[in-house]
């Protein structure tokens, strides 16, 4: 453990409130985080919580902790059925064309492999072991048919459970407690998630509108099948042959892999309410002390609003890297804390690229005053070594204090800052910390630029798969170079010099275009 880690503070939904982090287990962290219904495509805003929490992730890490990261799949439900019977799919094909796409869209971004992944699909024992402990315990119950015989759909009851809300702070399950099934809708039922009900919550999904349930606000644990699901997706159960209710299989999962109590349980802001808010229920409900800390990534926005397929706004990972790499994506999706909302736009996009042309501008510069003093630049492995305890101050300070991006990216331009003014005065010791500094804070939000992770990523003009040339990088070099003494010249009002430098890269038909993050380039 590092002594950087005593200081870590991280904002609980559960209270509302900014406290010190400290682990179940010294030494160790456990956390889950709810991660994809393969239903379809990735898009933007299904990434940022993937990279939100991998930050988290390495940081803690750096801290010295033994990190244990639980991501689900959730490879069957209501709409992966349909979509598949609509396009003529197995919905088990269907669940794995999508699980791969969104497997390569993590592993474009540098996002970390989770240490266990495991799919709904796989865990259905444990899941009715679950619902039959709720049972047991007087906090779910099934339905039956006429002639006596259970009917496949069970649920959780929540006027048995009196501290349903503990979560959220929301009196209301499922529906709000005393409004008729008949007047229900997304919005009256979560008022708090996605009201374009993207790729989520439905309440229809559960069952909710089922005038089988005793409560309007109970939820359903296990699901009679409808007459269109096909065979494949029954199980046969105790209370019934269905396949499991959504909020069930969270419960079921994290259980088997981090116990009956864990340290963090993370995901998308739009899951606290009702899906986080059910999981709480139903764990503690089984007896099991479930998660000490919760955490939920803001959304993606694009004018105001949040990025969902049904909003036609969402951005597919293929189409943002027409003219991006997958660096300047993941610095553009993790350039916020991560309780922040995202706007996203071109100028996100185009601030990435100025940050990379600065940071990859310096990194050259400094590898030429290394190499020239016989030196070699630190490799990937050397800086993945570095612990939080030998990075700058204020980027620990912002870091530990509930993972705040702008504070550590802010320290990361300064450090790069110190370091060109140490390549001008031919400071070689300062120059190899000053690069040792960036890249390991870099590396904490997964950017290190020379890791193996980027090399075969394009800096600039980039065409959709990503492929550079060793000619660009020799040419990104160069100009970076250029733009950064053209930068120190106008800082120093030496305007002649600064004049010179862009009419003459203007005249070898590059464009200069100057930002708030810095200037950029392009060839005509």
């Given at each position: 453990m590092t002594h950087s880690a005593s200081s870590l503070r991280v904002y609980n939904t559960a209270t509302h409130s900014i406290i010190p982090f400290k682990p179940l287990k010294p030494g160790h962290v456990g956390i889950y985080v709810c991660g994809a219904t393969v239903q379809s495509s990735p898009h933007v805003g299904h990434l940022r919580a993937s990279v939100a929490f991998d930050i988290i992730r390495r940081w803690l890490m750096k801290l010295g902790y033994d990190v244990t990261f639980v991501r689900n799949v959730t490879d069957i439900d209501d709409k992966i059925l349909d979509k598949s019977a609509a396009a003529g799919q197995q919905w088990w094909q269907r669940a794995y064309i999508y699980e791969r796409e969104f497997t390569h869209a993590y592993e474009l971004l540098g996002v970390l492999a989770p240490t266990y992944e495991p799919r709904a699909t796989g865990h259905v024992s444990e899941m009715i072991d679950l619902i039959q402990r709720l049972i047991?315990?007087?906090?779910?119950?099934?339905?039956?048919?006429?002639?006596?015989?259970?009917?496949?759909?069970?649920?959780?009851?929540?006027p048995s459970w009196d501290k349903y809300g503990e979560l959220t702070h929301q009196e209301s399950g499922t529906l709000p407690a005393g409004e008729s099934t008949a007047d229900s809708s997304v919005e009256s039922a979560a008022p708090s998630i996605d009201k374009a009900g993207d790729d989520k919550y439905n309440p229809v999904d559960d069952a909710d509108l089922s005038e089988d349930k005793r409560s309007p606000r109970d939820f359903a644990l296990w699901k009679a099948p409808k007459d269109t699901d096909p065979l494949s997706a029954r199980w046969n159960t105790p209370f019934g042959v269905g396949r499991p209710g959504w909020h069930i299989e969270c419960s079921a999962m994290s259980h088997k892999y981090l116990g009956d109590e864990f340290d963090i349980h993370g995901g998308g802001l739009d899951l606290r309410f009702p899906h986080h808010e059910n999981e709480v229920a139903q764990s503690h409900a089984a007896g099991w002390g479930f998660a000490h800390y919760w955490m939920h990534s803001a959304w993606v926005t694009q004018k105001g609003e949040k990025m969902s397929k049904s909003l036609g706004n969402g951005l597919s990972l293929e189409n943002v890297l027409e003219g991006y790499t997958p660096w300047m994506v993941r610095y553009a999706l993790g350039s916020v804390q991560y309780r922040s909302m995202l706007e996203w736009s071109d100028q996100t996009l185009e601030e990435a690229k100025a940050a990379y042309e600065r940071i990859s501008g310096f990194l050259g510069r400094a590898a030429d005053v290394l190499t020239d003093a016989g030196l070699d630049m630190p490799t990937a492995t050397e800086i993945a070594k570095i612990t939080a305890d030998d990075m700058p101050d204020a980027f620990i300070k912002a870091m530990n204090d509930d993972f705040s991006i702008p504070g550590a990216l802010g320290t990361i331009f300064s450090t790069v800052r110190e370091g060109n003014t140490a390549i001008a005065n031919g400071d070689v010791q300062s120059t190899l910390a000053a690069v040792k500094a960036v890249r390991s804070m870099l590396d904490v939000l997964g950017l290190d630029p020379l890791n193996t992770q980027w090399a075969a990523h394009s800096a600039n003009n980039s065409t959709a798969n990503g492929k550079e040339s060793?000619?660009?990088?020799?040419?990104n070099a160069l100009i970076s170079a250029q733009l950064e003494a053209r930068s120190q010249a106008r800082a120093s009002k030496d305007f002649a010099t600064a004049d010179a430098i862009r009419n003459n890269l203007t005249a070898a038909g590059i464009t200069i275009k100057d930002g708030p993050q810095g200037s950029t380039w392009k060839l005509n």
């Open positions: 047991d315990r007087g906090h779910a119950y099934v339905v039956m048919n006429e002639d006596g015989t259970p009917s496949g759909n069970v649920y959780f009851d929540v060793t000619e660009h990088l020799a040419l």
